[in-house]
């Protein structure tokens, strides 16, 4: 049996063994692309090839990453695997198309996504998902679904999965900080060790800014570093029953940095000087204090750990798991916006 405090731990070793690593690699352009696939032939001889990114592999491992967690949340309060795989697909069947349509609304742009967008969606589709599920679950007599908690497990897998996902923005060089010598005289000393330099000219710093080659804020990385922070400290609260403490917590550092951090960004972000992504953190933050006063909080569950990780080793969690990062990889990964030319040719000295 292991404690909690050793699995947050691990956990937290784990990850920040990875992010690290990320952060030294994914600035270079070698880390775009995964794969290109030829599609059509040219009349030169050439195909045309339709690429792969390292941005939809990053985001469908750490969506997936982040829904494990959820699974083993929800199973340590012992809630069956069927209520929470329902609750995900429900959640996921509106969130993932709004990563679109809210930055397609915001942005004018219908080849881009927004994960602020999909969420802020979602912080109000949860509550009402849950609230369905449980008036169906109290027609056959079956237990509730406790709300507080569950929304609890949701805010720490959105934590990491947001967290873990930034990877996916260094890696394409998109959500990128301003240049270091526009910051703040008294953060310039930090960022004149600490700052990330893009290279390639498909990263979209490099074709929307022009800032491939230059010093610039590691937004993306602050906010990985932020969000896993939040999610492990989240972690304990809710392994100890703390769930109001760990939902209000998670909430509101997770959209309150949302919020400041737009302040060192120099990607476009919608019209206006407070962008509508901004106003969706700040809304989110006092939206979940009050859903903490109307809802009731269920003080005397316990978290089971062991229960928790037991409910991953399931068959029908990992077709599930493996189905939903295949859809989110074919969603976010085949590149809109880049093309390719691929030509073949023999090695004679192998034949």
Not at 234 to 255: C, E, I, K, N, Y
Request: hydrophobic residues 55%; contains cysteine; proline residues 4%.
């Amino acid at each position: 049996m292991i404690s909690n405090e050793a699995f947050v731990l691990s956990l937290g070793a784990l990850l920040a063994s990875f992010v690290f690593w990320a952060f030294k690699k994914l600035p270079d352009e070698r880390w775009q692309f995964l794969a290109s696939v030829p599609v059509m032939k040219d009349a030169d001889g050439r195909w045309r090839g339709l690429n792969f990114t390292y941005y939809g592999l990053l985001t469908a491992n750490a969506l997936v990453f982040g829904l494990a967690l959820l699974i083993m949340l929800l199973g340590s309060l012992r809630i069956p695997i069927a209520v929470t795989l329902t609750v995900i697909l429900a959640v996921l069947a509106v969130c993932l198309p709004a990563a679109r349509w809210v930055a397609t609304l915001v942005e004018g742009k219908s080849c881009t996504f927004t994960v602020a967008g999909a969420f802020f969606v979602g912080i109000f589709v949860t509550p009402a998902v849950l609230q369905l599920l449980n008036y169906f679950l109290s027609l056959t007599e079956s237990a509730p679904v406790p709300i507080v908690p569950a929304l609890a497990a949701v805010m720490i897998a959105y934590a990491f999965g947001e967290g873990l996902g930034r990877l996916a923005c260094i890696s394409f060089g998109c959500c990128y900080g301003v240049t270091v010598p526009e910051v703040p005289r008294f953060l310039r000393h930090a960022f004149d060790r600490w700052h990330f330099v893009f290279s390639g000219d498909m990263k979209k710093i490099s074709y929307s800014s022009g800032l491939a080659g230059k010093q610039v804020i590691p937004i993306q990385a602050i906010t990985c570093l932020i969000y896993i922070g939040i999610g492990l400290a989240a972690t304990l609260l809710f392994l100890h029953a703390r769930f109001v403490a760990a939902f209000v917590a998670s909430m509101s550092v997770t959209q309150g940095w949302r919020a400041l951090s737009e302040l060192l960004r120099a990607d476009f972000r919608g019209e206006g000087k407070i962008s509508k992504y901004q106003l969706m953190g700040i809304v989110a933050i006092p939206f979940a204090v009050i859903l903490t006063m109307l809802l009731p909080t269920e003080g005397t569950m316990v978290p089971q750990l062991d229960a928790g990780i037991d409910s991953i080793w399931r068959l029908e969690v990992f077709l599930l798991l493996q189905a939903i990062w295949v859809t989110v990889f074919m969603m976010f990964g085949k590149s809109m916006v880049t093309g390719a030319q691929i030509s073949f040719h023999l090695h004679h000295d192998r034949i």
